[in-house]
């Protein structure tokens, strides 16, 4: 049975990026779906992910390598195949779940800690002062 979603689903206009978080956080679920273009694509880690997960959202992304490694890792939200009757069962299955839902909310907010630039950056400095000296 498909059910006619659309007085609860938002496609919002781009807003500018210091109000991103806000708006991100409003949401319920954050969708992270990324199409098999390519091994760019298939090996991507989008900021969308970063963002929700920042935002303590649980996240529904496509099941590629490193999207799925950090929502398993981090426990923040399933992994599934980028396609379209999957993905609705996925949110179906986290809406219709209030317990569930809880628990991918609590573990987004505990990975932000983790997936955050300060803790990042030192490695990153790191990194690049080491080809810097090597150039």
């Keep these: ?36 273009l390519g091994s760019s694509y298939f090996l991507s880690l989008p900021n969308k992910l970063f963002e929700y ?12 390598p490193e999207i799925g490694r950090v929502l398993r890792e981090s426990g923040s939200g399933v992994a599934v195949a980028p396609e379209a009757g999957l993905v609705a069962e996925a949110v179906h299955t986290l809406i219709d779940e209030p ?23 030192p490695a990153f400095q790191e990194i690049l002062a080491e080809i810097l000296t090597s150039v």
């Design 1 to 36: 049975q498909v059910q006619r979603v659309a007085d609860r689903v938002h496609v919002l206009p781009a807003v500018p990026s210091e109000e991103l978080q806000q708006w991100t956080a409003s949401a319920d679920i954050g969708l992270c779906m990324i199409e098999n």
């Design 53 to 64: 997960i920042a935002a303590g959202l649980p996240v529904v992304g496509s099941d590629f």
């Design 99 to 121: 317990a569930a839902l809880q628990r991918l909310h609590e573990n987004s907010r505990a990975a932000a800690a983790v997936y955050h630039w300060d803790r990042e950056k």
